[in-house]
T-cell receptor
Framework: AQKITQTQPGMFVQEKEAVTLDCTYD???????LFWYKQPSSGEMIFLIY??????QNATEGRYSLNFQKARKSANLVISASQLGDSAMYFC??????????FGKGNQVVVIP | KAGVTQTPRYLIKTRGQQVTLSCSPI?????VSWYQQTPGQGLQFLFE???????NKGNFPGRFSGRQFSNSRSEMNVSTLELGDSALYLC?????????????FGQGTRLTVV
């Protein structure tokens, strides 16, 4: 089974600053997808960004970017210019071909004004 | 373009009852996966359906079952409910099965078993 590791404790971030959330994954499959999701207190799992294992460029979506280091099996999420609405749990996930999403335990982020 | 729709949003059931949750994926998406989220266990995979066929199943008892219809809508059923089944149930929609496609979630159904 895949293992996704998110080890950072809860984080407080100053509004307008950038924050990096760490994620490492464990797979020997050459073909996989990496995902980041945001889950506010309402419970909805909001898709943020996706990186395919064969993608040469790091994925970016607005203020979100994924720092993909394949050799290190690392897929860190960078949120630039944090906003109060960014306060949430953030989950890293990975999926191999024909397989399920495996999630990390999540990172709690609180943005303070 | 409508997102993933899960109904109902909230449910309260009594131990021993059964429950059916519904998920309508994004139009054109043929893969639907279900996950259970609890504070203790985190997010756990239940099962995945693609073109009306169950392709993957997680480590849950047989009380948990699902199906997918020809229009890609999916239902999951939990029979003989236990207190430990209280959780947020999330459904994910993908264009196709497999790792190299994006997966979008619905708002979830929060089930409370009393």
């Amino acid at each position: 089974a895949q293992k996704i590791t998110q080890t950072q404790p809860g984080m407080f971030v100053q509004e307008k600053e950038a924050v990096t959330l760490d994620c490492t994954y464990d797979t020997s499959d050459p073909s996989y997808g990496l995902f980041w999701y945001k889950q506010p207190s309402s419970g909805e799992m909001i898709f943020l960004i996706y990186q395919g294992s064969y993608d040469q460029q790091n994925a970016t979506e607005g203020r979100y970017s994924l720092n993909f280091q394949k050799a290190r099996k690392s897929a860190n999420l960078v949120i630039s210019a944090s906003q109060l609405g960014d306060s949430a749990m953030y989950f890293c996930a990975a999926r191999r071909g024909n397989n399920r999403l495996a999630f990390g335990k999540g990172n709690q982020v609180v943005v303070i004004p | 373009k409508a997102g993933v729709t899960q109904t109902p949003r909230y449910l309260i059931k009594t131990r021993g009852q059964q429950v059916t949750l519904s998920c309508s994926p994004i139009s054109g998406h043929r893969s639907v996966s279900w996950y259970q989220q609890t504070p203790g266990q985190g997010l756990q995979f239940l099962f995945e359906y693609f073109s009306e066929t169950q392709r993957n199943k997680g480590n849950f008892p047989g009380r948990f079952s699902g199906r997918q219809f020809s229009n890609s809508r999916s239902e999951m059923n939990v029979s003989t409910l236990e207190l430990g089944d209280s959780a947020l149930y999330l459904c994910a929609s993908s264009l196709a099965a497999g790792g190299l496609t994006e997966a979008f979630f619905g708002q979830g159904t929060r089930l409370t078993v009393v």
